[in-house]
């Protein structure tokens, strides 16, 4: 069945540190790649998303381009802030399909 | 404001007590989900809605109950709570225009603790 796989967490960075949280997925077909934030205490919302191959979803300054030769959607920001401490789950849905699969999430801690 | 709510927000019961845990969205999405978020194990689904009366199973349904008499509202029950139901549950939605490409909007979680 479909997966998806992130790597482990937590992952502890200082302000204006390169961010990469990778994620690769197993899917047939052609699904859609979506990466949601989780604030501490709140439920989740969505940071970016591609439908299709080559497409690169961007918000906030995060990144990601939806690779189906290597299956990936690696999640990069060129510059964290504190702020940007949360938990990131990447998730698939199969295109026109109902089920949703998450990944187990990264929680990011940025220090001052 | 276009929101997803759950009630109740905290829930601490005992085993086999029934309990429903409410979920409302007034954004008029066809698409309704119930999660359960477990440490080391992400978001996992346990049902799913497609339009009212329309549901089904999720990876996780056993021992939850759904029902979607309305298109707003969608409900959770366990029949039955155990105490390997104590996780933290998230509904969402989503608009499904283009099914599966659609962002699903979530709701604020219930903490729930079976003792």
């Known amino acids: 069945g479909d997966s998806v796989t992130q790597m482990e967490g937590p992952v502890t960075l200082s302000e204006e540190a390169f961010l990469t949280i990778n994620c690769t997925y197993t899917a047939t077909g052609y699904p859609s790649l979506f990466w949601y934030v989780q604030y501490p205490g709140e439920g989740l919302q969505l940071l970016l998303k591609a439908t299709k191959a080559d497409d690169k979803g961007s918000n906030k300054g995060f990144e990601a381009t939806y690779r189906k030769e290597t299956t990936s959607f690696h999640l990069e920001k060129g510059s964290v802030q504190v702020s940007d401490s949360a938990v990131y789950f990447c998730a698939l849905r199969a295109t026109g399909g109902f089920k949703t699969i998450f990944g187990a999430g990264t929680r990011l801690f940025v220090k001052a | 404001e276009a929101q997803v709510t759950q009630n109740p927000r905290y829930l601490i019961t005992v085993t086999g007590k029934k309990l429903t845990v409410t979920c409302s969205q007034n954004?008029?999405?066809?698409?309704m989900s119930w999660y359960r978020q477990d440490p080391g194990l992400g978001l996992r689904q346990i049902y799913y809605s497609m339009n009212v009366e329309v549901t089904d199973k999720g990876d996780v349904p056993e021992g939850y109950k759904v029902s979607r008499k309305e298109k707003r509202n969608f409900p959770l029950i366990l029949e039955s709570p155990s105490p390997n139901q104590t996780s933290l549950y998230f509904c969402a939605s989503s608009l499904e225009r283009a099914p599966g490409t659609d962002t699903q909007y979530f709701g604020p979680g219930t903490r729930l603790t079976v003792l």
């Open positions: 954004m008029n999405h066809e698409y």
